[in-house]
């Protein structure tokens, strides 16, 4: 039937699009109470916290602070332990006797409404005996700074060098070298929906039922378990319709412990749902990056050699250890030939939100910073940047291709497939390059400035090390799919579905796929990192292969037939070429699941048409990609206007490309807002300034331009589907593409660009501040 | 002024369906009365301050946000929330367009479109693609990039036109 590949629209969308969506907050169970938290309201200080009055409230029914919790949960498990953060610290679930940032929790409400458990809220007494915080990255290594973890010796908790042959020779042979301060500021996820979680007892099997919006879950039930002091199995974990992931919904937060610890005491149903002013100051942010780095050519600009460091901040605690800078380290060199390399990851603690993984992670740093360091060396060279990049890149022959140094999973860091070249033609083909630099050339004689950007990069998608899926042929005929991996928006229950579909023969109405309950599944790793597709349709895959193989053996045993012989068509294992000796998937069920009562009728086969598959890929696979963008810069006013944006993505081979246009634009929508509009703002003295959406922007509809997409298809010899992972293509290469092409417009004003976001009052700035440089120099 | 948590009768209707003498606490927002009150959980609240459009509902016709409107500022009125944007059963053409043009991912800001669209193509039936996107400004949507909504809200103009031209005899 071949649905693989298909534009197939998607079966979540009946119940979304009439409201039938069932999100967290949409849980309603009788008795259930609703959590508030009290947060700090500084950034550093000793607390003394007083509960009396919001206690004595009517409809209060409790109060949590750190001393009420169990010891064992009181600090968030290290979920990603890296022995060079030699110390790390996990948030407290509610802060004992300090607070590290603005936003931390220190007290928890639970009243019989929200309404309710806010009033009280106003009502707790918190006396800060406020310290001196630490905010700004660079400052915070300086000596004499405030230590935002009195008994970690500095605020650098860790320097992770990455490095590959020798930089020194390299840059002595340099024929020019480029040296930039290049600097990524803070944003966050921002999904639509915030975070929520719904605990209670569940008496009638003694477990602890958990709710909650995680894009992991059974990392979360072995954090509640933990927590609680229960066996894992007696936690369950399950997640609704979620609202949109980007990456931070994958990590432990303090609410995910503190909900089912409350639930647990108070023997009822606690629901808390986090507030977006919560959200925006509380939940994980991420991409606050200050980089250091040279980058080494020769005469023609082939690069030699890339050396420097940056600066990491990690917040007030590292709950995700040293993810985000490690993939940015090793993601520098992107899609060309880097033969020396040695980048220092500093990772810095400062009185801020803790950050950990958003959409990206790390990713877009990666290839901002060597994207601008190449625009450098081309504009110093006079190289044209299609034919400078053209220089370096890796050549589809050269895969599988070594870098050098190990990747984040410990493996030899190893591209397994690609065309760069291909990649960049395409764009170049779809931009029309060459006539897009003469009317450049002729629109400046008038006075209109217009600019070329492009940028390629690589993402290591479709990590290990493993998923499981659980697959069974229903007796009415219908597939069951079950796996670990739960959604988020991404159309699992559709992508997953053709590909049984296809490879059962059966209609792909009568697949069901299920997620997001830890009971389905015995282990899961979960949804990030562009994994899903690639490591959970490959066991999807296999499971439904194992299916067809045991159709045909049964089926060959009630057709008196060989399986060699057999084909399974429209739900049915049919003799090849004689379709009357045909016996349909239903009838196989029923027989090999017998009567009850009698023997089992055949006894070699075991019963019924069940199975489970793990997929472990050896390492990750690469999706690579190619933007370009052009765009016109008004001087006087600074606006950019997107003319034109063109994504050509390598996902390997895709399931279901009208989900994977989707991500790609959507991708794009947040590198846009990364590009022009995403900033956390924090004063000097660690408040937060853009606690609502009217000040931490985010692109809207007059923001996005149209993309057009085009695809390079270089198959993964790494999964049995070929597939690669195409979660975060669309945002990875966006702000170096546009600062690209903007500093391209810019170019006759001299305007370095070297930080993102950047709006039109920063180009103003820098416009200005250009002019004068180019006036002095006279 | 009544004191917030004040109790107020309210007396409106949502979705054809007339709530009589409904007590509400005055600071009630209409969007938790939809839900909770109301067990209406298709709207959504995506920032509870007026800034994301999730929450958009239709108030005697006009996109609101429930959000920022208490319930007994809507006393007396004619609602449609996302679950009663269809008819006789069946969906809205907007509906289905965004089904058909992939316009949701998560969903979570889909109620919220879908109410603002309904209102734009009652107001103008021949949107172009710039008064699509600015009519939608409002409202955000962190998974779709916007592309495919605005084709769907497009596609739904041209469908609708197309079946009244069908219904009267007259041309589109
Ligand atoms: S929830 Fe009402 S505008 Fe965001
Ligand atoms: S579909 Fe997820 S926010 Fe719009």
């Known amino acids: ?778 | 002024m009544p004191m917030p948590a004040e109790r107020m009768d309210v007396e409106l209707s949502v979705n054809g369906r007339d709530y009589t003498r409904r007590q509400v606490e005055a600071r009630r927002t209409l969007a938790d009365f939809l839900r909770e009150d109301l067990s209406l959980t298709g709207t959504h609240l995506g920032c509870e301050h007026g800034a994301c459009g999730a929450c958009t509902v239709l108030i005697d016709d006009a996109p609101v946000r429930s959000c920022l409107t208490l319930a007994v500022q809507a006393n007396g009125t004619r609602i449609r929330t996302v679950e009663g944007l269809g008819t006789d059963g069946e969906l809205h053409a907007v509906q289905k367009a965004f089904k058909q043009h992939h316009a949701l991912q998560c969903g979570f800001c889909t109620p919220g479109f879908l109410t603002a669209s309904v209102a734009l193509l009652e107001e103008n039936p021949s949107p172009t693609e710039l008064e699509v996107r600015e009519w939608l400004s409002g409202n955000i949507c962190r998974c779709t990039g916007y592309q495919f909504i605005v084709d769907a809200v497009l596609a739904a103009a041209a469908e609708l036109r197309e079946r009244r031209g069908a219904g009267t005899g007259s041309p589109a």
């Open chain 1, 1 to 778: 039937m071949g649905l693989f590949g298909h534009r197939q629209v998607r079966a979540e969308d009946d119940n979304l699009i009439a409201g039938r969506g069932r999100y967290v907050d949409d849980l309603r169970f009788p008795g259930m109470l609703h959590v508030a938290i009290v947060r700090s309201q500084v950034a550093r200080a000793k607390i003394k916290v007083d509960v009396a009055a919001a206690l004595a409230l009517p409809g209060v029914h409790a109060v949590f602070t750190a001393d009420d919790l169990p010891l064992s949960a009181r600090i968030l498990p290290d979920c990603h332990p890296n022995p060079a953060l030699r110390h790390p610290r996990g948030p407290a679930v509610l802060a004992a006797g300090e607070v590290r940032y603005v936003g931390e929790p220190i007290v928890a409400i639970v009243a019989d409404s929200r309404y309710l458990a806010e009033d009280a809220a106003d009502l707790v007494l918190v006396e800060y005996d406020e310290m001196p915080a630490v905010i700004d990255l660079e400052k915070a290594i300086l000596p004499g700074s405030p230590l935002v973890h009195p008994d970690v010796p500095s605020n650098l908790g860790a320097r992770i060098p990455v490095v590959t042959g020798n930089t020194d020779a390299a840059f002595a042979q340099a024929f020019y070298v480029a040296r930039e301060r290049l600097e990524i500021q803070r944003g966050a996820g921002q999904a639509m929906e915030t975070r929520g979680v719904v605990a209670y007892w569940n008496e009638y099997e003694s477990r602890m039922v958990v709710w909650n919006v995680s894009q992991v879950p059974f990392v979360h039930r072995t954090a509640i378990a933990n927590a609680l002091g229960l066996p894992e199995n007696s936690v369950q974990v399950l997640n609704p319709d979620v609202g949109g992931g980007f990456g931070y919904k994958g990590l432990t937060y303090t609410e995910d412990l503190l909900v089912p610890v409350i639930a647990r005491k108070l023997g009822c149903p606690i629901k808390w749902i986090e507030d977006r002013r919560e959200h925006l100051i509380a939940s994980y942010h991420e991409r606050t990056q200050i980089h250091h780095l040279e980058m080494a050519v020769t005469q023609d600009g082939v690069i030699l050699g890339i050396r420097g460091r940056f600066l990491y901040d990690a917040g007030a605690y590292t709950p995700w250890g040293p993810v985000v800078p490690l993939l940015t380290a090793v993601n520098i060199p992107g899609p060309y030939k880097v033969p020396n390399y040695k980048v220092d990851a500093d990772i810095v603690y400062t009185n801020t939100v803790p950050t950990a993984p958003v959409r990206g992670a790390g990713r877009p740093q990666a290839c901002y910073v060597c994207e601008r360091l190449l625009d450098k060396v081309g504009h110093e060279l006079k190289i044209d940047p299609a034919e400078l990049r053209r220089r370096n890149l890796i050549q589809p022959d050269e895969f599988p291709y070594e870098l050098g140094f190990i990747s984040r999973d410990g493996t030899k860091r190893t591209y397994d497939s690609g065309d760069f070249p291909a990649l960049l033609g395409r764009g170049l083909a779809m931009i029309k390059y060459d006539a897009r630099r003469e009317e450049q050339t002729k629109l400046r004689q008038e006075g209109k400035f217009i600019g070329i950007g492009l940028a390629l990069c690589v993402e290591d998608t479709g990590l290990g090390p493993f998923e499981e899926v659980g697959m069974s042929i229903e007796l009415d005929g219908s597939v069951t799919v079950r796996m670990g991996t739960p959604s988020q928006g991404q159309g699992q229950r559709t992508a997953f579905a053709q590909i049984v579909a296809d490879e059962l023969a059966v209609p792909f109405e009568a697949v069901k796929v299920l997620t997001g309950n830890t009971d389905l599944v015995r282990y899961s790793i979960g949804t990030f990192a562009s994994r899903a597709g690639v490591v959970t349709g490959s066991a999807v895959s296999i499971a439904a292969k194992q299916l067809k193989q045991r159709a045909f053996a049964i089926g060959g045993t009630m057709l008196q037939a060989q399986a060699g012989d057999l084909e399974l068509e429209e739900g049915c294992v049919r003799v090849k070429g004689q379709p009357s000796r045909s016996v349909s998937l239903k009838d196989i069920v029923h027989t090999s699941l017998g009567e009850s009562g009698a023997p089992l009728p055949m006894q070699e086969f075991g019963p019924g048409m069940s199975t489970v598959a793990n997929f472990c890929p050896p390492t990750n696979t690469f999706a690579t990609g190619c933007h370009c963008a052009v765009v016109e810069v008004d001087p006087k006013t600074c606006q950019v206007k997107i003319l034109q944006y063109v994504a050509v993505e390598d996902f390997g081979n895709v399931i279901n490309p009208l989900i994977v246009d989707g991500q790609v634009i959507g991708g794009l929508g947040l590198g846009i807002g990364n590009t022009f509009f995403e900033k956390v703002v924090y004063d000097e003295g660690g408040q937060i300034l853009t606690g609502t959406f009217m000040d931490y922007l985010m692109a809207t509809t007059m923001d996005v331009p149209r993309v057009e997409i085009d695809y390079i298809v270089t198959p993964s010899p790494l999964n049995p589907l070929g597939m690669k992972g195409a979660g975060q293509g669309g945002t990875i290469p966006v702000p170096a593409v546009l600062s690209a092409a903007v500093e391209d417009a810019l170019q006759p004003f001299g305007v370095r660009l070297n930080h993102v976001p950047f709006s039109e009052s920063d180009l103003f700035a820098w416009l200005g501040e250009a002019r004068t440089r180019a006036e002095q120099a006279q």
